[in-house]
C-alpha cells in the first residue's frame, strides 16, 4: 500500500469516526435527555402512559445495542455522502447563507423524509419483507425512547439511504445545500423519532382536533402503529396516512382518552392492547 493509500484510507477512518461521534451523540442526548424528562415527569406524565404494558430491562438491551448497529451505517452513508461530494456528484456548503434558504431548505427535506419514510415503511410491512427487515424494530411491542434507531441490518441501511439519496437528487436539480439545514433535519429526525417512541403521550389535549397541529403526528400515532400492525407508518406528520386510507380508525379517540385522564393511574386494560 502507498503513501497515497494510507493518507487516503486514514481520512476515511477519521470521517468515520466523526460521522459516528455525531450519530452516536444524536442517539444518547435525545434519547437520555427524554426519559429524563419521562422519570421527572412522575405521576403527571404516568397517567398519560399509553399501553398498559411495560418494556422490559431486555427490551432496553435489545434496542440499545442494535441502535449502536443503526449509528454504524449512518456513518457509513455520511462517508458515501462525502465521497459524493468529493467527485462532484453531491454539492451541499458550509459558506455563508441566509435564514430564509436554512427555513426553506430545512423544510423542504423534512417533508421529502416524511414521504420517503412512509413509502419505505409501508414496503418494510410486506409479507415478503416484513421478517427480514422490519420485524426487528416490532420486537418493541411497548417502544421506548430507545427503540428509535432499534433497526435491523436492512432497515438501517434502507433508513440511512435517505441522506445521500437526497441530496444527489437536489444537486441533479441543481440546487447546493446549506450543511446547517442538514445538521438542523438530522436533530428535527432523532427527537421527532424518540418522542414517538415514548410510551407516553406528550402532547397537550385538544392537539388532534386543532386544525393545524392536527397534521402533526403524537405519540399515540406512532403507538398504535406498534400495538396495532398496518396502521400510522407516517412518522412526522398525519397526512400521507389519511390521504392513503393507512390511519388507525381510533386513532384521535385513544389520543382523547390517553389526554383526558387526570389523576388516576393506568389500570385494568390499556388503552391499546
Do not use: C
Not at 112 to 131: E, I, N, Q, S, V
Request: proline share 2%; glycine share 6%.
Amino acid at each position: 500500500m502507498n503513501a497515497a493509500q494510507q493518507t487516503l484510507l486514514s481520512k476515511i477512518g477519521e470521517h468515520m469516526m466523526h460521522a459516528m461521534y455525531f450519530d452516536l451523540s444524536r442517539y444518547l442526548i435525545a434519547a437520555g435527555v427524554l426519559t429524563a424528562i419521562l422519570w421527572a415527569g412522575g405521576r403527571w406524565l404516568e397517567v398519560r402512559r399509553i399501553q398498559n404494558r411495560r418494556a422490559k430491562r431486555q427490551d432496553y438491551t435489545r434496542e440499545f445495542f442494535s441502535s449502536i448497529r443503526t449509528v454504524f451505517f449512518f456513518g457509513v452513508t455520511t462517508i458515501s455522502t462525502l465521497v459524493m461530494r468529493e467527485y462532484g456528484l453531491v454539492n451541499f456548503t458550509i459558506q455563508e447563507f441566509s435564514i430564509l434558504t436554512l427555513a426553506w431548505q430545512t423544510a423542504v427535506m423534512v417533508i421529502a423524509h416524511d414521504a420517503y419514510f412512509y413509502w419505505m415503511h409501508r414496503g418494510l410491512h410486506h409479507r415478503k419483507l416484513f421478517k427480514a427487515t422490519h420485524l426487528h424494530h416490532h420486537k418493541s411491542r411497548t417502544p421506548t425512547p430507545w427503540a428509535a434507531y432499534s433497526f435491523s441490518t436492512w432497515e438501517a441501511i434502507t433508513e440511512a439511504a435517505f441522506v445521500p439519496l437526497f441530496l444527489l437528487a437536489t444537486s441533479l436539480l441543481g440546487i447546493t445545500y446549506v450543511g446547517f439545514a442538514i445538521f438542523l433535519f438530522l436533530w428535527h429526525m432523532i427527537i421527532r423519532n424518540v418522542i414517538g417512541h415514548a410510551g407516553i403521550e406528550i402532547y397537550p389535549r385538544g392537539w388532534v382536533d386543532n386544525r393545524v397541529t392536527q397534521w402533526w403526528n403524537t405519540t399515540t400515532h406512532h403507538d398504535l402503529h406498534h400495538s396495532s400492525g398496518n396502521y400510522n407508518f407516517g412518522l412526522y406528520f398525519t397526512w400521507w396516512d389519511r390521504w392513503m386510507g393507512t390511519e388507525h380508525p381510533r386513532y384521535r379517540q385513544e389520543f382523547r382518552k390517553v389526554t383526558s385522564r387526570q389523576g388516576e393511574t393506568v389500570t385494568g386494560e390499556a388503552a391499546v392492547n
